[in-house]
């Protein structure tokens, strides 16, 4: 790939989104800019093609050139001179095919923002230092993943190289985090990514005739494939999985699976159902494996899932058949000669899975009866395979067989899953985040070498007592051991020695601690919270009833002083009422009038007394308190009704 490619998919993707328009005419806006910065106004396909090449990281194919060119054409962008194209710089040079820069610009700026994270985590998270040109490397590397393997036009075959493991598990680990983190250069990649997935659409037989349905043609699955697709390696794997099979079933395929692939999953099942009961887990490795182990599986539960297993398969729409005949001889192949090529080409833990491979890629042939198709929607049959080593190792042993284009008889998931997706994008707009998310955590995992190595290291190490029982069960089974295997590593195999086991024993005790301490501070802050919060209600309380003793007491007080001169009142009337107004004159009567007046005083002593005395003051004293008390309740009635009509 070239350093500028990956802003070229994006613009690719935003291409599609705002012209929706075929998969070719994607391109168009990007062969404007092409055209426009040629010096030359004659139009020269290899030198356009070398343009674009530059430009934008892409070789198109000159049939594609040549179709672009025809519709830009039609847009009086070029004018067809004498058999040769000739560029109208005046149309080119108008608004609407000006804007190309703008998108560009804004993209550059996504890319950009990528890689500087990219760059921060690398050093931050693994202590790697790139630069900003090696983590555009790494991205591109591992976009590569995602070529579709094989170009079928001419029967030319068009290979990417692996990227190396140590780069693809730190750009895998860094998309974990961004998805996890929901991180807007999460949205960017998988725009990245749907753009690449357009690009490939170029390398179709027809790349106009991608909505073409399936016709009679049966889709079969291998044991990875279906493994995955009922959920025995862990949910990420499973949900590109299912959609798939959710898309091949719209466009009219006929999922089906061999009665010996059937067998194989439930072998694989009832030896994971073996080892458990049996307790033998030292030395049992496999995503299978290890995913029931995770998720704490009994025996008994991987057992059910093995009696069931048929009826699982019908649920997701796959039918199990048997494997045709070997009635007609003119369809069958030499299956000693493959067997050996694939024993010499691919990786095999068990030669019972080769020999099983010989009898799907045996049938396949036998089922399609020498009909050949340049269209995988024709070509009768075709065996889906995750194992890119056995597609690509088919491809070599039966060239001959694809001269021309045709369909192989077999094809990875990735590369069905970018054909069906270019089909009916809006049917699985999700599929590519899935797709990315399932890849990313296969190549955060180890692979089956170096978890061997790592199981065998562990199981030394506690047989010398080097161990004790406690870090081995967290060795074996914690993620976080695994996590740490993987960061020492890199996932590469070399990188695994002798010491490597105490370091990552070191890096999950303080994964531990550090766990354990943020635990206990989370729990610290909580209790401070709740103490405040109990606190801060207590307070609050107690000023409230504060203010409505207070309020009660004012008011009762009010109601006494009014009482209080209510009586004098009466007392005063009662007094004037009674008074001898009849007296005699003063001086024959002055005794009786020093008599009255001495009565007066008594009676004025008498009131006040009554009024401030014992008697009186103790019996107002408690009308006081019952009034101030009778008040409080009513209070707190009234408050209680005000707060529930808040909470409703």
């Known amino acids: 790939m070239s350093t500028s490619v990956i802003p070229a998919l994006a613009i690719l993707k935003v291409n599609h989104d705002e012209m929706r328009q075929d998969y070719i005419g994607n391109f168009v806006p990007m062969v404007c800019e092409c055209l426009r910065c040629m010096t030359s106004d004659i139009i020269s396909l290899p030198d356009l093609q070398e343009e674009f090449r530059k430009r934008f990281g892409i070789k198109l194919p000159q049939h594609v050139l040549k179709t672009l060119l025809k519709r830009l054409r039609d847009k009086k962008c070029v004018i067809l001179d004498k058999s040769c194209y000739r560029i109208n710089r005046e149309e080119l040079n108008k608004e609407q095919f000006r804007q190309f820069s703008t998108v560009q610009r804004q993209v550059i ?6 890689i500087r994270r990219l760059v921060e985590y690398a050093s931050k998270r693994l202590g790697s230092s790139w630069t900003h040109a090696e983590a555009e490397a790494a ?3 591992f976009m590569e993943d995602w070529q579709i393997k094989f170009d079928w036009s ?5 290979l990417q190289s692996e990227t190396h493991k140590e780069a693809r598990y730190i750009v895998a680990s860094f998309l974990r985090e961004l998805q996890e983190q929901c991180a807007p250069e999460f949205a960017f990649f998988e725009t990245i990514f749907q753009g690449h997935m357009l690009a490939n659409a170029i390398y179709l037989p027809e790349p106009n005739q991608a909505l073409k349905k399936f016709k009679a043609t049966e889709v079969y699955f291998d044991t990875a494939f279906l493994i995955c697709s009922l959920g025995y390696a862990g949910e990420p794997r499973k949900a590109p999985c299912i959609e798939l099979l959710q898309l091949l079933n719209k466009t009219g395929a006929h999922l089906r699976c061999f009665e010996h692939t059937r067998d194989e999953i439930r072998g694989v099942l009832d030896a994971c159902a073996a080892k458990i009961r049996n307790n033998q887990l030292r030395d049992a490795y496999g995503q299978t494996m290890e995913y029931f182990i995770t998720k704490g599986y009994k025996a008994s539960d991987i057992e059910l899932f093995s009696a069931q297993l ?8 796959i039918k199990v058949v048997p494997k045709p005949d070997y009635n007609n001889r003119l369809f069958i192949i030499d299956e000693p000669a493959l067997s050996s090529y694939l024993g010499e080409h691919v990786s095999y833990r068990n030669p019972q899975a080769k020999d099983r491979d010989v009898d799907s890629i045996s049938a396949i042939y036998r089922l399609r009866k020498g009909r050949k198709s340049r269209f995988i929607e024709e070509c009768g049959a075709v065996f889906v395979t995750t194992n890119y080593a056995l597609a690509h190792a088919c491809r070599e042993f039966f060239s001959a067989d694809y001269e021309g284009g045709n369909v192989p008889a077999v094809i990875t998931d990735q590369y069905l899953t970018n054909v069906l997706w270019l089909k009916t994008p809006t049917e699985a707009p999700d599929l590519p985040r899935k797709r990315i998310i399932a890849d990313c955590y296969a190549a955060t995992q180890p692979d089956e070498r170096l978890w061997q190595k790592y199981l065998d290291e562990i199981n030394r190490l506690q047989q010398f007592g080097n161990v004790t029982a406690e870090d081995y069960y967290v060795l074996r089974y914690s993620i976080e051991a695994r996590q740490a295997l993987m960061d020492l590593t890199r996932g590469q195999e070399e990188a695994f020695t002798e010491g490597t086991v ?18 206990l501070e989370r729990e610290r802050e909580l209790r401070r919270a709740a103490e405040a919060e109990v606190a801060a209600g207590i307070t609050r309380e107690n000023l409230r009833r504060m ?6 007491l004012k008011i009762s007080l009010r109601i006494i002083w009014i009482l209080k001169g209510v009586i004098m009142a009466l007392m005063v009337c009662v007094t004037l009422y009674t008074f001898p107004w009849d007296l005699p004159r003063p001086r024959t009567g002055w005794a009786r009038y020093a008599l009255t007046l001495l009565e007066v005083l008594l009676m004025v002593l008498t009131v006040y007394n009554l009024m ?6 103790d019996i107002l004293r408690k009308l006081e308190a019952a009034i101030a008390q009778r008040l409080e309740s009513w209070f707190w009635g009234l408050y209680d009704t005000i707060d ?5």
């Open 547 to 552: 203010n409505i003793r207070n309020k009660s």
């Open 612 to 617: 401030y005395g014992t008697a009186v003051k």
């Open 310 to 317: 048929e009826r699982n398969l019908e649920q997701l729409g």
């Open 154 to 158: 001419g029967g030319r075959r068009v």
């Open 139 to 141: 991205i591109e590397e």
């Open 109 to 114: 700026e996504g890319y950009e923002a990528l």
């Open 644 to 648: 529930n009509a808040d909470d409703h």
């Open 502 to 519: 105490e370091e990552i024993l070191e890096i999950v005790h303080a994964q531990i601690r550090k766990e354990a301490e943020e635990k």
